[in-house]
T-cell receptor, first 112, second 117 residues
Framework: LAKTTQPISMDSYEGQEVNITCSHN???????ITWYQQFPSQGPRFIIQ???TKVTNEVASLFIPADRKSSTLSLPRVSLSDTAVYYC?????????????FGQGTELSVKP | GAVVSQHPSWVICKSGTSVKIECRSL??????MFWYRQFPKQSLMLMAT?????????EQGVEKDKFLINHASLTLSTLTVTSAHPEDSSFYIC?????????????FGSGTRLTVV
């Protein structure tokens, strides 16, 4: 399993764009990159997943450079409700059905 | 979308008693479920993999006799914390895996806050 490194915490203000970068130097060819969001006292919630280049959905974008050794989760115009912990997961579990291993995550605090 | 129901959402029990936590996949069959534990300000730690109709696979350092897992049906897995002690107080989260075409999806329950007094 590829080890991931994320900033422990980030601060932002409402309306700003937030970019959280995750390093995964040992990513394998079959590995996908997946981001989860967790609010206090709740289970994690899937945000976005990608393999290469750029993926966008209704809540976020995921940018993955050609070497795939890092990825950036982009949250456009954050609001107070985006305050949460964001986890970057790297692995082949989504096509192999294996277990998901969580790293430390990034605690995002959005201020008014 | 896929929904996983976890019950109870919180429980307080006396030291030495046992507590059962249920995890149900409501609209899909889950042959495999996962149990995690999360302490305050820490990440999720995988405890075990629960497979329908067979014994659970525990991660290193997790006591199988203390954390009993039963996965008797395709939609239900239970975690029983036996002879609970204050150090078992934590947030327990389950996750159910679903086959989606050529890949898999993972849906998490809302968690159970266990407090042992």
């Amino acid at each position: 399993l590829a080890k991931t490194t994320q900033p422990i915490s980030m601060d932002s203000y409402e309306g700003q764009e937030v970019n959280i970068t995750c390093s995964h130097n040992n990513i394998a060819t079959n590995d996908y990159i997946t981001w989860y969001q967790q609010f206090p006292s709740q289970g994690p919630r899937f945000i976005i997943q990608g393999y290469k280049t750029k993926v966008t959905n209704e809540v976020a974008s995921l940018f993955i450079p050609a070497d795939r050794k890092s990825s950036t989760l982009s949250l456009p115009r954050v609001s107070l409700s985006d305050t949460a912990v964001y986890y970057c997961l790297v692995g082949a579990s989504y096509n192999q059905g294996g277990k998901l291993i969580f790293g430390q995550g990034t605690e995002l605090s959005v201020k008014p | 979308g896929a929904v996983v129901s976890q019950h109870p959402s919180w429980v307080i029990c006396k030291s030495g008693t046992s507590v059962k936590i249920e995890c149900r996949s409501l609209d899909f069959q889950a042959t495999t479920m996962f149990w995690y534990r999360q302490f305050p300000k820490q990440s999720l730690m995988l405890m075990a993999t629960s497979n329908e109709g067979s014994k659970a696979t525990y991660e290193q350092g997790v006591e199988k006799d203390k954390f009993l897992i039963n996965h008797a049906s395709l939609t239900l897995s239970t975690l029983t914390v036996t002879s609970a002690h204050p150090e078992d107080s934590s947030f327990y989260i389950c996750s159910a895996r679903e086959k989606r075409g050529q890949s898999y999806g993972y849906t998490f329950g809302s968690g159970t806050r266990l407090t042992v007094v």
